[in-house]
Each structure stands twice: as C-alpha cells, then as structure tokens.
C-alpha cells in the first residue's frame, strides 16, 4: 500500500497532465488507452482514489508509475524541465519517490 508521502506526490505527477504535461492520442495509445480522452478519465479516477486512500490493484499501480515517470522527466510528453517549477518537488526528490512507489508494487 502506498503511503501518504507517495500518493500526495503521484497525485502531483499526474496532475501535470492538466499543464506542462500533454497527452495527445498516440501517446494515449502508446500506453494502451483509446485515446487522450480516455487516458485523461482513466487518469483523473486514478487521482480520486489516491485522494480517497483507497487501495490500487496492482495492475494499476503499475500503469501509473510510468506514466508519472514521463510526467516528471520526458521534455516531449511530460513536463520534463518544467517539472521544478510546477510542482514542489524537484527531480531527485522525484526519481526517490518513484523507487519508492516502485518497491512496493
């Protein structure tokens, strides 16, 4: 189970799919979606489960840590050198959290 540091950070990471970060219908289905429309449902659920500290399948946990991983440090798709400035944490403080999210999966 996630705690509640990693889950306030993957809200985050996938939060920035609403701003510097943008998915658009390749990328969507690149990572198995329909398309941007469907990958930004998918992703919104995602973020009011995390909010509600419900429990992930690990099917989707497991989709969810590459995508906030593009979030954090693809220049093309994610928000890449932006990611300092919009969020509050900084890329090594991000990559520590993600090897955290990714133990425990």
Do not use: C, H
Request: hydrophobic share 45%; aromatic share 12%.
């Amino acid at each position: 189970m996630l705690d509640k540091e990693l889950r306030a950070f993957l809200q985050t990471a996938l939060g920035v799919w609403e701003g510097p970060a943008r998915a658009s219908d390749t990328f969507a289905r690149r990572q198995g979606f329909e398309d941007a429309a469907a990958f930004t449902t998918w992703r919104r659920a995602l973020m009011v489960q995390l909010e509600a500290d419900a429990d992930l399948s690990p099917t989707e946990t497991g989709r969810m840590l590459p995508i906030a991983r593009i979030a954090v440090f693809d220049d093309y798709y994610g928000a890449g050198w932006e990611w300092a400035l919009v969020t509050p944490y900084s890329q090594d403080e991000a990559e520590k959290l993600l090897q955290q999210a990714e133990a425990q999966v």
